[in-house]
């Protein structure tokens, strides 16, 4: 079945510091892919999307690009701020129609000290 | 427009007794879906409803688990006979027609004592 694989955390960093978390996945055909963070004692936020190989979904300074060659969807900030420490978690929903349920990562925590 | 409210916020159950969750979409939204999310853990899919219907249900434990989606009212996630096992954070999220992405509730953390 369709999975998300995402690496191992915590990660902590420096203010400004450059981020990358990566994320890989399992589906067959061309799923959606989803970034979605949750900040403490919250829900989740959906964070930003790509729904095509080659995409590149942004926002509030994040990028991730679908890499269908490499089935990832890393997440990248190129200087992250203390208002960015939160659990972040890459997830997909199967290819061939809309309303499915999502797939998760089991999330990686992000700690970012001034 | 409102977001995708859940309540209550924070339920505490002995075990043995009945815990219901409930989960009103964003206005326009007829999709529903309930995950479970343990502890150090992602969330976990339980079941996909749409108005009346059950579409998903692949997710759901098979016993003292159900949901539902009347045509009016909230969405109810209904767990019989709570056993310490089921405390965890319940989220319920929403989407409209045709869309991929899914928007959360703030969640329901049940704690089982």
């Known amino acids: 079945g369709d999975s998300v694989t995402q690496m191992e955390g915590p990660v902590t960093l420096s203010e400004e510091a450059f981020l990358t978390i990566n994320c890989t996945y399992t589906a067959t055909g061309y799923p959606s892919l989803f970034w979605y963070v949750q900040y403490p004692g919250e829900g989740l936020q959906l964070l930003l999307k790509a729904t095509k190989a080659d995409d590149k979904g942004s926002n509030k300074g994040f990028e991730a690009t679908y890499r269908k060659e490499t089935t990832s969807f890393h997440l990248e900030k190129g200087s992250v701020q203390v208002s960015d420490s939160a659990v972040y978690f890459c997830?997909?929903?199967?290819?061939?129609?809309?309303?499915?349920?999502?797939?998760f990562g089991k999330g990686i925590t992000l700690s970012v000290r001034p | 427009n409102a977001g995708v409210m859940q309540n209550p916020r924070h339920l505490v159950r002995r075990r043995g007794q009945e815990a219901r969750l409930r989960c009103s979409p964003m206005?326009?939204?007829?999709?529903v879906y309930w995950y479970r999310q343990l502890p150090e853990e992602g969330l976990k899919f339980m079941v996909y409803l749409q108005k009346e219907n059950i579409i998903d249900e692949s997710g759901m434990p098979k016993e003292r688990f159900s949901a539902e989606f009347p045509k009016e009212g909230p969405s109810i996630l209904r767990i019989q006979q709570v056993v310490r096992g089921d405390s965890a954070a319940y989220f319920c999220?929403?989407?409209?027609?045709?869309?991929?992405?899914?928007?959360f509730g703030p969640g329901t953390r049940l704690t089982v004592t």
């Open positions: 999220a929403s989407s409209p027609e045709g869309a991929r992405e899914q928007y």
């Open positions: 997830a997909l929903s199967a290819p061939g129609g809309a309303n499915s349920k999502l797939t």
């Open positions: 206005k326009g939204h007829s999709h």
